[in-house]
């Protein structure tokens, strides 16, 4: 299931040009209710920005990030979806806030949560189909289908522009970070677990049409006014506790023909997005390679301080994800020692590692 992550708090050269909007609504008074609804988002924008651990280049301001991705990103959507692909309950969300499983698919946080966190934009972000999301939390985070996410994110620039005008939201959406999460769960359960698009294409026609998609929703979102978009390549699937238990022999090996295919639908993203940035006037759309640093952590996982690489923490850590790993499914004693938390989905301590080196070799690309 794919998503759309909305995290958009504000730097402190824009928290100055909106408190001097503010002011200029103020002082007309005709219109009260519009300067309710700003005092309060300006309130709430000021009362949650964090400091960031990565400092950014000189002059580089990242007023807001705005993450469109699969579970890997997922806050807790599918919560409020009719779906069997759902984890808003224990053990998920073991180390998070005390024990809370809000939807997030690990133990803790997600990579858009880390990220947010990171560059000094928001601690965590709430799944903007939550129903108890509130107006107020719309400037702080969302996730939206993949169906619904370029209408949504239209919606929510509206919104946006409603309440800090057009020129203000104009300056976000050129000046924010627009990361791109996606192929992953496309290839490795579409295509290879549930076997969904293997009649139709063989890999290297599939690879070209996902690259072909991820072309044409960047696009989109150019369109939208983004100008800073950074794409994540596919990592080595392969190597997913449940892919070597699906397609890894007796000895559960890494799946090399699945590592295969990642590495070709990334061998083809990254000159794509080059001719993008070619194309699209003041544009900076740049490929991430996540491949060799988590192909790295799991052949070396001692190196970073892990001792089980093959299997997740949740039940037998073999094929245990979303409603088959749950309270009677049982956890490892530490799960600092695991990268993956269940079959699928890593540990918010392998996410925070793969973010830390994401962020500081890629973050001077953007300036």
Same mark, same amino acid.
């Given at each position: 299931?794919?998503?759309i992550t909305l995290?958009?708090?504000?730097?402190?050269?824009?928290?100055m040009k909106?408190?001097?909007?503010?002011k200029?609504l103020?002082?007309?008074?005709h219109d009260?209710s519009?300067?309710?609804?700003v005092?309060?988002?300006?309130?709430?924008m000021l009362?949650?920005?964090?400091e960031?651990?990565?400092?950014?280049p000189q002059?580089m301001?990242?007023?807001?990030?705005?993450a469109?991705?699969?579970?890997?990103?997922?806050?807790?959507?599918?919560n409020v979806?009719q779906?069997?692909?759902n984890?808003n309950?224990?053990p998920y969300?073991?180390?998070f806030?005390?024990g809370l499983?809000t939807?997030r698919?690990?133990?803790?946080?997600?990579?858009?949560?880390l990220i947010a966190?990171e560059?000094? #934009?928001k601690?965590q972000?709430?799944?903007?189909l939550?129903?108890?999301?509130k107006?107020?939390?719309?400037?702080?985070?969302?996730?939206?289908?993949?169906?619904?996410?370029?209408?949504?994110?239209k919606?929510y620039?509206?919104?946006?522009?409603?309440?800090?005008r057009?020129?203000?939201?104009?300056n976000?959406?050129?000046?924010?970070?627009?990361l791109?999460?996606a192929g992953?769960d496309?290839?490795?359960?579409?295509?290879f677990t549930?076997?969904?698009?293997?009649?139709?294409y063989? #890999?290297?026609?599939?690879?070209?049409l996902l690259v072909?998609?991820?072309?044409d929703?960047?696009?989109?979102?150019?369109?939208?006014?983004?100008?800073r978009?950074a794409?994540f390549?596919?990592?080595?699937i392969?190597?997913?506790?449940?892919?070597?238990?699906?397609?890894?022999g007796?000895l559960r090996?890494?799946?090399?023909n699945y590592?295969?295919?990642?590495?070709?639908f990334?061998?083809?993203?990254?000159?794509?997005?080059h001719s993008?940035?070619q194309?699209?006037?003041?544009?900076?759309?740049?490929?991430?390679?996540?491949?060799?640093?988590f192909?790295d952590?799991?052949?070396?996982p001692q190196? *970073?301080?892990?001792?089980?690489n093959?299997?997740?923490c949740c039940g037998?850590?073999?094929?245990?994800?979303?409603?088959?790993?749950?309270?009677y499914?049982?956890?490892?004693?530490?799960?600092?020692?695991?990268i993956?938390?269940?079959? *699928?989905?890593?540990?918010?301590?392998?996410?925070k590692i793969?973010?830390?080196?994401?962020?500081?070799? *890629? #973050?001077?690309s953007?300036?």
């Open positions: 299931m794919s998503l995290l958009s708090n504000f730097s402190t050269s824009y928290q909106l408190l001097i909007h503010m200029q103020i002082s007309s008074t009260r519009r300067v309710y609804s005092c309060v988002f300006v309130l709430i009362c949650s920005c964090c960031g651990v990565v400092k950014l002059n301001t990242i007023p807001a990030l705005f469109f991705g699969d579970s890997i990103v997922d806050q807790g959507n599918n979806l779906t069997l692909i984890c309950f224990a969300g073991k180390d806030q005390g499983a939807g698919f690990s133990n803790g946080k997600t990579p858009a949560d966190e560059l000094g #934009i601690e972000i709430p799944a903007y939550d129903p108890n999301l107006a107020q939390d719309l400037p702080t985070g969302s996730v939206i289908s993949l169906s619904d996410q370029l209408a949504h994110f919606e620039i509206g919104k946006l522009k409603g309440a800090i057009e020129e203000s939201t104009n976000i959406m050129n000046n924010s970070l627009h791109v999460v992953s496309d290839l490795a359960n579409t295509y549930f076997g969904i698009r293997r009649a139709q063989d #890999i290297p026609s599939y690879v070209d072909t998609s991820a072309s929703f960047i696009q989109e979102l150019y369109k939208l006014g983004a100008r978009i794409v390549g596919i990592p080595p392969g190597c997913l506790p449940s892919q070597r238990t699906l397609a890894g007796s090996v890494c799946a090399e590592n295969q295919a990642a590495q070709l990334n061998a083809k993203l990254s000159p794509q997005l993008l940035t194309r699209l006037p003041h544009s900076k759309v740049v490929y991430i390679d996540i491949y060799k640093p192909h952590l799991i052949q070396n190196r *970073y301080g892990f001792e089980v093959d299997r997740g037998t850590g073999e094929f245990e994800v979303t409603i088959l790993c749950n309270n499914s049982g956890t490892c004693p530490d799960d600092s020692k695991y993956f938390w269940d079959s *699928y989905h890593p540990t918010e301590k392998a996410y793969i973010v830390d080196q994401v962020i500081k070799k *890629y #973050i001077n953007f300036v």
